[in-house]
């Protein structure tokens, strides 16, 4: 149990586009998900929290008009990187709170804009 | 949530014991310790978490200091696939469930 995926895997786009990353729990409804960024050699940081019916929470320095959260219903959060530029390039990975105590995440994004 | 520290780096042989420590001397009276594991290039795995009492599961053991003040995550046997970076987290516990990563244990375990 408590699985939790993400499409696509990893995508290519072109300086400019905008692309949306979906992370849904497979087996477990999750009223919270948390959307993290990756840089090589770096630790996870995270971006947004993100609650189901609701605005998302955004990091302080994170520009949520770049970075579009949608949380739509309780298996199913998407992250839309607007105007995608290649320092948007990193590894997103998104967690989902099963029951308040515990987060189960993604394998993650690989995104790279050229 | 409280900040923790960790060893940069540790190596362990194959099939011995692996004891990561993690210190997080600010944790506050509800927040848990949480373990989680980042394989390369995957997404991190949940090890194990604790709030006061030591814990158990399939993966691991966690021994929490009496002041909560730090904590060791303990690998009893330690395999090649072990081979990770061990993030040691202390937070939750509250309205936002928030899990702050710092920078790991990266641990090797030697054939």
């Known amino acids: 149990g408590a699985v939790v995926s993400q499409h696509p895997s990893w995508v290519i786009c072109k300086s400019g586009t905008s692309v949306k990353i979906e992370c849904r729990s497979l087996?477990?409804?999750?009223?919270?998900m948390f959307w993290y960024r990756q840089f090589p050699k770096q630790s996870l940081m995270l971006m947004a929290t993100?609650?189901?019916?609701?605005?998302?929470?955004?990091e302080q320095g994170v520009e949520k008009d770049k970075f579009l959260i949608n949380h739509a219903s309780l298996t199913l959060s998407t992250l839309t990187v607007t105007s995608a530029h290649p320092e948007d390039s990193s590894f997103y990975i998104c967690?989902?709170?099963?029951?308040?105590?515990?987060?189960?995440f993604g394998p993650g994004t690989r995104l790279l804009v050229l | 949530d409280a900040k923790t520290t960790q060893p940069p780096s540790m190596d362990c042989a194959e099939g011995r014991a692996a004891n990561l420590p993690c210190n997080h001397s600010?944790?506050?009276?509800?927040?848990?310790v949480y373990w989680y594991r980042q394989i390369h290039s995957q997404g991190p795995q949940y090890i194990i978490h604790?709030?006061?009492n030591n814990e158990t599961n399939e993966m691991a053991s966690l021994i929490i200091t009496e002041d909560r003040k730090s904590s060791t995550l303990i690998l009893p046997h330690a395999t090649l696939r072990d081979t990770a970076v061990y993030y040691c987290?202390?937070?939750?516990?509250?309205?936002?469930?928030?899990?702050?990563f710092g920078t790991g244990t990266l641990l090797a375990v030697q054939p």
């Open positions: 967690s989902a709170d099963r029951g308040g105590e515990t987060q189960y």
């Open positions: 087996d477990f409804q999750a009223t919270t």
């Open positions: 993100s609650n189901e019916g609701s605005k998302a929470t955004y």
């Open positions: 600010t944790i506050s009276g509800n927040e848990y």
């Open positions: 604790g709030l006061k």
């Open positions: 987290i202390a937070g939750g516990g509250g309205a936002t469930n928030k899990l702050i």
